[in-house]
């Protein structure tokens, strides 16, 4: 099924960096929740985001009809295509700020919101939103407008494996959705500093959910690309440049283990 959301507006704010670095992988992301906090000035913002895109890699946001065929004839884990090469990845990764995590200190999970916000008010919250973006062969509760996902299959990005999902008590958590930059993590990399209902965005953003297997996201915990990566080696590329792409829209920083581990991963052969 075409997912009829709208590719999510970018934050004036992160346009006025050096590089136009803050959301360059959502240019060929097939599908977005659009904060309501940036539902204002909509138009405006994605054509400053699209001029962006162009002055930096010369190149356009791929069209809705190069959308919809890679909806069609998805053949990898996980419905996110990136739309930037290891280099580019890299490129960006120089530009984000190295520390030490801050102390978490005050953190926890009401610091972001709601689990599982309705923040595109479509009626559906997040997790039914990135199952039905992740997910195939899908079927819905009855009288819930196509929202509540009952059953489907993820081929889950993090060990390439088929996973039937079953809606129940016992069932649901084997698919779970992972925050790739985790909300810890994020915690102790700045977003401390943000508002609420920024950490709000950050905590519902598609650019930062995966569906994935359950087991494995419990393994990863809050762990950072210098503690946990997937087990499905070819996946690591695509993962560890939604994360920094992911600090990068949010203004987080990287600690030095953090940083030398997406350098290893992004200079290795099979991200070329």
């Known amino acids: 099924m075409k997912s009829k959301h709208k590719i999510a507006a970018v934050k004036k704010r992160a346009l006025l960096k050096p590089l136009p670095v803050a959301i360059l992988a959502i240019s060929a992301i097939s599908f977005s929740v659009l904060p309501a906090a940036a539902k204002a000035g909509q138009d405006d913002r994605n054509s400053a985001w699209e001029s962006a895109l162009i002055q930096f890699f010369g190149q356009s946001q791929p069209s809705r009809t190069e959308q919809n065929r890679t909806e069609q004839n998805r053949t990898e884990p996980s419905n996110l295509e990136i739309g930037i090469t290891s280099q580019q990845a890299l490129e960006i990764l120089n530009q984000i700020p190295v520390k030490g995590r801050a102390p978490k200190t005050g953190y926890s999970r009401a610091a972001f919101g709601p689990q599982w916000s309705d923040v595109d008010r479509n009626g559906c919250d997040t997790r039914n939103d990135i199952l039905k973006r992740d997910l195939t062969n899908l079927v819905f509760r009855e009288k819930t407008r196509e929202c509540v996902i009952e059953s489907g299959i993820l081929l889950d ?21 992972d925050h790739v930059v985790s909300l810890s993590n994020a915690w102790q990399t700045g977003i401390f500093q943000s508002s609420v209902k920024e950490r709000i965005a950050f905590a519902n953003d598609p650019i930062n959910l995966l569906a994935v297997k359950g087991s494995l996201n419990s393994q990863k915990g809050d762990g950072d690309a210098a503690t ?12 560890v440049t939604l994360q920094i792409n992911v600090k990068a829209k949010y203004g987080l920083w990287v600690t030095r283990a953090e940083q030398e581990a997406m350098v290893r991963i992004l200079s290795s052969q099979e991200c070329r």
């Open 157 to 177: 990005p993090f060990s390439n494996t088929e996973i039937n999902f079953v809606r129940g008590q016992r069932t649901s958590m084997l698919v779970q959705i």
């Open 228 to 239: 946990w990566l997937p087990p499905h080696k070819p996946f690591r590329c695509k993962y």
